[in-house]
């Protein structure tokens, strides 16, 4: 079995979608749906996955939770709540109660676009995630590699919460370079409570270098940073279909992890994600 810890949905007719601006993300302007990713997924082997919040409305996270409880492919949610709102923990207790609310696994803020590089460790930010952790769920990190840093900071605040770093901390492939991304992602994996997911890569490398030899240094420093039992597979999808397809994202994943053994390839398709947003759902 396979989870697909890392993707998104949406519909263009209900929200739009601002951050997909310019030619370069053209593709992406239209409508991707659980309908869509389904038969990709069951093709590829993927029997569970992670719906993550895509933009900062308080009304998708209960969307979200409703598809999940709707689709049976649709395991947990990532979803957003504004963690500076005094009342964070209530608002976190009511989405749980939700229709859906039992997929609630984590919470996200888009921090790589917040211009502060410390904004993780403001106390209004941090009194919301000690109601993250307080509420049993994780924290999913979005950043860029300046504000790793922080993130290992924040996580060192807050030893009782998971922080689940997606897409690598976005190191930067296109031009090859490792540094400073692989010595601040290093510091962040040495605390125990961090996780990666290894995704996102194909869309930060240059178009033409995407195969697995390329992206091998960076799959190879969070191999050795985190281990494979902190490690997961995420798709990305369908913001990876700007450079590769469902099938090819997975089977370069496959590829980076193959000289694992195979209960280490265990944990970062499977095992990972079940340990970090629990159990796979009953009923």
Not at 226 to 248: K, N
Request: glycine letters at 8%; one cysteine or more; hydrophobic letters at 40%.
């Amino acid at each position: 079995m396979t989870v697909d810890a890392h993707h998104h949905v949406w519909d263009l007719s209900v929200r739009d979608q601002d951050w997909i601006t310019g030619p370069g993300l053209r593709p992406l302007r239209r409508d991707f749906t659980v309908g869509d990713l389904e038969p990709q997924a069951r093709a590829a082997g993927v029997d569970r996955t992670v719906l993550v919040q895509t933009v900062t409305v308080p009304e998708e996270t209960p969307e979200f939770l409703a598809l999940a409880e709707a689709h049976p492919l649709i395991w947990g949610v990532v979803g957003w709540t504004d963690l500076t709102r005094p009342d964070v923990a209530d608002e976190l207790a009511r989405l749980r109660a939700l229709p859906g609310g039992r997929h609630l696994k984590g919470v996200r803020h888009q921090v790589q676009s917040e211009p502060d590089p410390r904004w993780l460790l403001r106390p209004d930010v941090a009194r919301g995630l000690a109601a993250v952790a307080e509420a049993g769920l994780v924290y999913d990190l979005v950043v860029v590699p300046h504000q790793l840093p922080a993130c290992a900071e924040a996580a060192a605040r807050h030893p009782g919460l998971t922080f689940v770093l997606d897409h690598l901390g976005k190191p930067p492939i296109a031009s090859g370079g490792t540094q400073p991304w692989a010595d601040a992602v290093r510091a962040l994996a040495a605390l125990p409570n961090t996780v990666c997911k290894l995704s996102g890569m194909v869309t930060e490398a240059d178009p033409a270098r995407r195969t697995p030899a390329d992206l091998r240094p960076y799959a190879d420093t969070v191999l050795d940073a985190f281990g494979p039992d902190r490690l997961m597979f995420g798709s990305d999808w369908p913001v990876c279909t700007l450079a590769a397809s469902y099938s090819e994202v997975l089977a370069t994943a496959r590829d980076l992890t193959a000289g694992l053994a195979e209960s280490e390839r265990g944990a970062v398709f499977e095992g990972t994600a079940t340990r970090v947003y629990g159990p796979a759902r009953s009923g």
